[in-house]
């Protein structure tokens, strides 16, 4: 059984930067990801990452947002920058084949 723990969200203003982080406890071995809802949407794409290493990114996230992974604990961050009010959501961490954390928010406010 996989499970998945973020971490790193909360309040900024904007044009500022968070770290979001998803530790993976279990057999995780393929693809990861963040997926973000913001209130009134749908659950949408913000980045994923093969086991490979191959990276895709929502075309609103590229240039501004990198995720990474480190093997050796198991944990993908996503690094965010020039945060504005429109990436104010719920980020949820995932893995294959379909897990998911719990959520963690992430406001961009004055």
Do not use: H
């Not at 203003?13 to 071995?29: I, K, T």
């Not at 093969?50 to 944990?75: C, L, M």
């Not at 961050?77 to 959501?89: E, N, R, V, Y």
Request: glycine share 12%.
């Amino acid at each position: 059984q996989v499970q998945l723990e973020e971490s790193g969200g909360g309040l900024v203003e904007p044009g500022g930067s968070l770290r979001l982080s998803c530790r993976a406890s279990g057999n995780v071995l393929g693809t990861m990801g963040w997926y973000r809802q913001a209130p009134g949407r749908s659950r949408e794409l913000v980045a994923r990452l093969s086991r490979g290493g191959t990276a895709d990114y929502a075309e609103f996230a590229k240039r501004r947002f990198n995720i990474d992974k480190d093997t050796t604990d198991n944990t993908v961050t996503l690094q965010m920058i020039s945060l504005w009010p429109d990436d104010t959501a719920v980020y949820y961490c995932w893995a294959a084949p379909n897990y998911w954390g719990r959520g963690i928010q992430v406001t961009v406010s004055s």
